[in-house]
């Protein structure tokens, strides 16, 4: 039996347990049981907090969003983060909850009158020539007749009975999506209570993801999790705050103009906005229900309204966005589109975030590979 060094007793080869013979070899059984434990530990954190993920990821997206409005309440507070954070989630509850739940409420209360509106559609068929208000307006007044001439030439009066239908099945859809009021409430109100804590100790949650991103990519991490941050708070800016004003200039329009239920499209118009899909479907058929009512003057105002509010996506979101984040508008417009089909209405801030993310790590990638390629040394002509 081999000595110790040192002429000490012999070493005991079995204390040590058993040694795995191949060079360099791990203990595979224990390495496969930890992954496998870490990965039910995560699965079941994941099911217990996903009732909790909806509020989380829309409370995240506020927060991130508001944070430099938050310090610079505070520093008019006399930095006391307790005041800020109380007034935060005040104008949090008044301009974000509120107008959001009054949008959806409006919209599922009406959701027979629109159903019954769809019908009437059905039913209605499309005369033979325009109004005569519409036909004598000066300079559109041949194009919309022209148009319409169009339109009745390829079966205006049989494409609309098949179009209807599947504006009730709208309808239906957006009812069943939103779901119950009161589970609707309680989500906001949710979501209202994590952004308070968020906001309060936003400090270590903000180093907790610099953390990790560290750990993950080093200070490249760091970066990625700065990138995101703006680009949450870009889209917030550009989507949400031109939704806003987007629906309040339609909305006022819609009163003085005296279109009926004119709450009930400010709503459309604010969902339809945020969904990317503009204030048009709602103000072009409101101004041809004035013209058609002889209202000439009012159908011209919000002909000229519709003009003006649809043309805020193309000059105020791009500044908003270009606020928040230095990014390509095309690929911020990919990502709120294809996030908003992809997760839903959460989704135009996810997916500009993870497109840009994707971006950031692609230019990083390329400019490494350019950055090595220009550290070699020229190939010797004579080789």
Not at 18 to 28: E, N, Q, S, T
Not at 236 to 242: I, P, Q
Request: glycine share 12%; charged share 10%; aromatic share 8%.
């Amino acid at each position: 039996m081999a000595s110790a060094p040192g002429g000490g007793p012999p070493a005991d080869a079995s204390a040590a347990g058993p040694v795995d013979a191949r060079p360099g070899g791990r203990d595979l059984a224990r390495t496969t049981f930890t992954v496998l434990a870490l990965g039910g530990l995560l699965a079941a954190s994941f099911w217990i907090a996903r009732p909790f993920l909806g509020p989380l990821v829309w409370a995240a997206m506020v927060v991130v969003a508001t944070w430099p409005l938050l310090l610079r309440l505070q520093g008019w507070l006399w930095g006391r983060r307790g005041l800020a954070v109380a007034v935060m989630t005040l104008l949090l509850f008044l301009l974000f909850v509120l107008p959001l739940v009054g949008a959806i409420v409006t919209i599922v209360d009406n959701a027979d009158r629109l159903a019954d509106w769809a019908r009437l559609a059905a039913s209605w068929r499309p005369p033979e020539q325009l109004p005569e208000v519409l036909r004598t307006l000066p300079l559109v007044g041949p194009a919309l007749e022209g148009a319409w001439a169009q339109l009745r030439a390829l079966g205006l009066s049989e494409l609309l009975p098949k179009v209807s239908p599947y504006a009730g099945n709208l309808t239906r859809w957006f009812v069943a999506e939103v779901g119950g009021i009161g589970v609707l409430l309680l989500q906001f109100l949710l979501t209202v209570v994590i952004a308070a804590v968020m906001y309060a100790h936003g400090d270590e949650a903000a180093r907790l993801a610099r953390r990790i991103g560290s750990r993950l990519a080093g200070t490249r991490g760091a970066g990625v999790v700065q990138l995101a941050g703006d680009a949450i708070r870009g889209v917030a800016l550009g989507v949400g705050v031109t939704a806003i004003v987007q629906s309040l200039l339609s909305g006022a329009g819609l009163a003085l103009a005296g279109v009926p239920f004119a709450g009930l499209l400010t709503a459309l118009v604010f969902m339809l906005c945020i969904a990317q899909v503009g204030p048009v479907p709602v103000l072009v058929p409101a101004a041809l229900w004035a013209f058609w009512n002889g209202d000439t003057g009012w159908g011209i105002f919000l002909l000229a309204l519709t003009a003006v509010v649809a043309t805020l996506d193309n000059v105020l979101r791009p500044v908003l966005i270009r606020m928040g984040a230095d990014l390509p508008l095309l690929l911020i417009f990919a990502g709120v589109i294809g996030g908003l089909f992809a997760f839903g209405l959460v989704g135009i801030f996810v997916g500009p975030v993870v497109l840009a993310v994707a971006w950031t790590l692609l230019e990083a990638w390329l400019a490494d590979g350019e950055a090595a390629a220009q550290r070699q040394p020229p190939p010797d002509w004579r080789d």
